[in-house]
């Protein structure tokens, strides 16, 4: 009879734990990669929609799909980023947005949506990181 | 030569608490609830688990609230990760070696 404190049994318990854990956190590499390409795309389109009522209603769908996404992810039971993780990130895209959207969209690409989509590749890519971290991590 | 069963964590080497210990190594934190499924243990049976690691330093509990629902989050602490993968080594040298000695820790 194999007993609980058994190596290879403890092991293989701690593996199915592991494993378990894993596969409830896969939503999290898909949600940032969205993060990263609705972060393209809103760059990208801030040139057609900004100082338009067209900008008003794109940025309150902005909000209310922000909302939507961080009350649906707050109900999740496993989170593969620790808060640390989460500050990183975020505090990097911050960064990134700001300097993009208020100084070099404004100053240096004025009207040139191609660039402002590349730019906005640039500001997605702190969350594409996190997507690879966590996606690495799930992978174990 | 000293029998790798001596560096074995007493604080972890109990089955559910290394089982714990997996399951918070596979990810950023987890919940309570989240936990007791995956452990398939009871309510009383994880906080006592939780607290021996929690006083061991290995383990961060945060509450929160999610809507007017109390949660509880667990993580792993940078001490608790060191010595999880220790204590996986050891284990997993034992576990190759077919003459090993029993694994209680003395």
Known sequence: ??????PREMLARAERAGDDVRRRGAWY???MVGFGLVTIIIIGALPAVRGTWDGLLFTLAVVVGAGLLYRWKSRQEIRPASRAHTWRWVAAWAILYAVAVAW?????????????LLMGTVVALPAFAEAARAGRRNRR | MSHPR???DPRIHAPVRFSLMAALAATGEADFKALRETLEVSESLLSQHMRVLEEAGYVDIRKGFVGKRARTWLSLTPEGQAAFAAHWET??????NP??????TD
């Not at chain 1, 009879?1 to 058994?6: G, K, T, V």
């Not at chain 1, 100053?107 to 402002?116: H, K």
């Not at chain 2, 003459?99 to 209680?104: E, K």
């Open chain 2, 99 to 104: 003459l090993a000695a029993p694994t209680t």
């Open chain 2, 6 to 8: 001596h560096s074995l």
């Open chain 1, 1 to 6: 009879m194999i007993e609980d404190d058994d």
């Open chain 1, 29 to 31: 590499p898909p949600m």
């Open chain 2, 91 to 96: 284990l997993s040298a034992i576990a190759a």
């Open chain 1, 104 to 116: 070099v969209g404004p100053v240096v690409l004025g009207d040139r949506m191609d660039l402002w």
